[in-house]
Protein backbone atom coordinates (compact mmCIF):
# COMPACT_ATOMS: atom_id res chain seq x y z
CA UNK A 1 0.00 0.00 0.00
CA UNK A 2 1.02 3.59 -0.70
CA UNK A 3 0.15 6.44 1.35
CA UNK A 4 -0.14 9.56 -0.61
CA UNK A 5 1.60 12.29 0.91
CA UNK A 6 -0.52 15.59 0.92
CA UNK A 7 0.50 18.78 2.08
CA UNK A 8 -1.99 20.89 3.83
CA UNK A 9 -2.82 24.51 4.23
CA UNK A 10 -2.97 25.75 7.76
CA UNK A 11 -5.31 29.45 8.18
CA UNK A 12 -4.36 29.69 11.70
CA UNK A 13 -2.19 31.91 13.14
CA UNK A 14 1.90 30.85 13.50
CA UNK A 15 1.19 31.86 17.73
CA UNK A 16 -0.84 28.88 17.93
CA UNK A 17 -3.76 30.82 19.73
CA UNK A 18 -1.32 33.19 21.58
CA UNK A 19 -2.73 36.46 20.86
CA UNK A 20 -1.23 40.24 21.42
CA UNK A 21 -3.29 41.84 23.77
CA UNK A 22 -2.13 45.31 22.90
CA UNK A 23 -4.02 45.20 19.94
CA UNK A 24 -7.41 44.49 21.11
CA UNK A 25 -8.76 47.43 23.14
CA UNK A 26 -10.47 46.17 25.94
CA UNK A 27 -11.49 49.04 27.78
CA UNK A 28 -10.89 48.59 31.75
CA UNK A 29 -11.26 45.65 31.58
CA UNK A 30 -8.07 44.14 32.65
CA UNK A 31 -6.77 43.97 35.66
CA UNK A 32 -8.27 42.50 39.23
CA UNK A 33 -10.49 44.54 41.56
CA UNK A 34 -7.43 45.59 43.76
CA UNK A 35 -5.76 46.47 40.46
CA UNK A 36 -8.62 48.85 39.65
CA UNK A 37 -8.81 50.29 42.81
CA UNK A 38 -4.91 51.37 43.43
CA UNK A 39 -5.08 52.70 39.26
CA UNK A 40 -8.59 54.74 40.04
CA UNK A 41 -6.78 56.35 43.10
CA UNK A 42 -3.35 57.05 41.66
CA UNK A 43 -3.89 57.12 37.57
CA UNK A 44 0.38 57.99 37.45
CA UNK A 45 1.38 54.74 38.66
CA UNK A 46 0.22 53.21 35.19
CA UNK A 47 0.37 55.90 32.37
CA UNK A 48 -0.21 52.92 29.65
CA UNK A 49 -3.34 52.10 30.96
CA UNK A 50 -5.30 55.21 31.22
CA UNK A 51 -8.78 55.09 31.93
CA UNK A 52 -11.22 55.59 29.75
CA UNK A 53 -14.14 57.00 30.21
CA UNK A 54 -16.49 56.15 27.39
CA UNK A 55 -18.33 59.51 26.87
CA UNK A 56 -19.00 59.65 30.39
CA UNK A 57 -18.23 63.85 31.63
CA UNK A 58 -16.90 63.98 35.46
CA UNK A 59 -18.40 65.80 37.96
CA UNK A 60 -16.57 67.68 39.38
CA UNK A 61 -12.30 68.99 39.10
CA UNK A 62 -9.04 67.32 40.27
CA UNK A 63 -7.26 69.91 42.08
CA UNK A 64 -3.51 69.52 43.40
CA UNK A 65 -4.48 65.53 43.55
CA UNK A 66 -7.70 65.82 45.35
CA UNK A 67 -10.86 65.50 43.35
CA UNK A 68 -13.63 67.91 44.31
CA UNK A 69 -17.17 67.02 43.08
CA UNK A 70 -19.53 69.76 42.07
CA UNK A 71 -23.19 69.00 42.79
CA UNK A 72 -24.13 71.66 39.67
CA UNK A 73 -22.52 68.72 37.36
CA UNK A 74 -24.11 66.15 39.12
CA UNK A 75 -27.27 65.18 36.40
CA UNK A 76 -30.52 64.96 38.34
CA UNK A 77 -33.07 63.38 37.67
CA UNK A 78 -36.69 64.51 37.93
CA UNK A 79 -39.12 61.93 38.18
CA UNK A 80 -42.66 62.62 39.34
CA UNK A 81 -44.25 60.86 42.34
CA UNK A 82 -47.12 58.34 40.83
CA UNK A 83 -48.31 57.10 44.32
CA UNK A 84 -52.20 56.85 44.03
CA UNK A 85 -52.07 56.92 40.20
CA UNK A 86 -55.01 54.56 38.73
CA UNK A 87 -53.32 54.63 35.70
CA UNK A 88 -51.01 51.04 34.37
CA UNK A 89 -47.63 51.10 32.97
CA UNK A 90 -49.00 49.66 29.78
CA UNK A 91 -52.03 49.28 27.65
CA UNK A 92 -53.81 45.91 27.39
CA UNK A 93 -54.66 44.46 24.07
CA UNK A 94 -58.05 43.64 25.27
CA UNK A 95 -58.31 47.37 26.37
CA UNK A 96 -62.02 48.06 24.06
CA UNK A 97 -60.85 51.01 20.55
CA UNK A 98 -61.96 54.10 21.27
CA UNK A 99 -63.89 55.95 18.58
CA UNK A 100 -64.15 59.73 17.86
CA UNK A 101 -65.69 61.64 15.39
CA UNK A 102 -64.02 64.92 13.91
CA UNK A 103 -63.72 67.53 16.24
CA UNK A 104 -65.73 70.66 14.32
CA UNK A 105 -65.86 74.14 14.56
CA UNK A 106 -69.77 73.39 15.83
CA UNK A 107 -68.58 71.58 18.51
CA UNK A 108 -65.67 74.02 19.73
CA UNK A 109 -68.85 76.59 20.14
CA UNK A 110 -70.75 74.47 21.70
CA UNK A 111 -68.03 73.54 23.76
CA UNK A 112 -67.13 77.09 24.51
CA UNK A 113 -70.17 79.04 23.98
CA UNK A 114 -73.33 77.68 24.04
CA UNK A 115 -74.14 77.28 27.80
CA UNK A 116 -73.23 80.85 28.22
CA UNK A 117 -75.41 82.11 25.62
CA UNK A 118 -78.32 79.29 26.87
CA UNK A 119 -77.69 81.09 30.43
CA UNK A 120 -78.36 84.85 29.12
CA UNK A 121 -81.17 83.95 26.78
CA UNK A 122 -83.12 82.00 30.18
CA UNK A 123 -82.39 84.74 32.60
CA UNK A 124 -83.52 88.08 29.87
CA UNK A 125 -79.19 88.80 29.92
CA UNK A 126 -79.77 90.00 26.18
CA UNK A 127 -79.92 92.97 23.98
CA UNK A 128 -82.27 93.46 21.09
CA UNK A 129 -79.82 92.71 18.93
CA UNK A 130 -79.41 89.40 20.80
CA UNK A 131 -75.56 91.01 22.33
CA UNK A 132 -75.01 89.90 26.03
CA UNK A 133 -75.23 92.54 28.45
CA UNK A 134 -72.40 91.42 30.51
CA UNK A 135 -70.02 89.78 28.13
CA UNK A 136 -67.15 87.37 29.11
CA UNK A 137 -63.53 87.56 28.48
CA UNK A 138 -63.94 85.90 25.64
CA UNK A 139 -67.15 87.21 24.39
CA UNK A 140 -65.75 90.53 24.17
CA UNK A 141 -62.27 90.33 22.28
CA UNK A 142 -62.21 91.66 18.73
CA UNK A 143 -61.83 89.18 15.79
CA UNK A 144 -58.01 90.55 15.62
CA UNK A 145 -57.45 90.06 19.14
CA UNK A 146 -58.99 86.91 18.86
CA UNK A 147 -56.69 85.71 15.53
CA UNK A 148 -53.53 86.88 17.68
CA UNK A 149 -54.13 84.75 20.70
CA UNK A 150 -55.16 81.62 18.91
CA UNK A 151 -52.01 81.87 17.33
CA UNK A 152 -49.63 82.41 20.18
CA UNK A 153 -47.16 79.82 21.57
CA UNK A 154 -49.14 77.61 23.74
CA UNK A 155 -52.68 78.43 23.12
CA UNK A 156 -53.74 74.62 21.55
CA UNK A 157 -52.96 73.54 25.14
CA UNK A 158 -56.61 73.94 27.38
Known amino acids: ????????ISTSASLAGK???RKFLLYNKRGTRIF?????ENPDLYPDMPIDKRGVRDVGVTI???FIAIPEKIPELIVPNLDGCKFKPYVSYKAP????S????????NAIYAQKIIDDWKSGK???DGSPIEPSKEESLSPDEAWKQARK???DIF
Open 1 to 8: MFHIIRRG
Open 19 to 21: RNF
Open 36 to 40: KQQRA
Open 64 to 66: DGK
Open 97 to 100: DVVQ
Open 102 to 109: EFTSQDLF
Open 126 to 128: LNE
Open 153 to 155: TGS
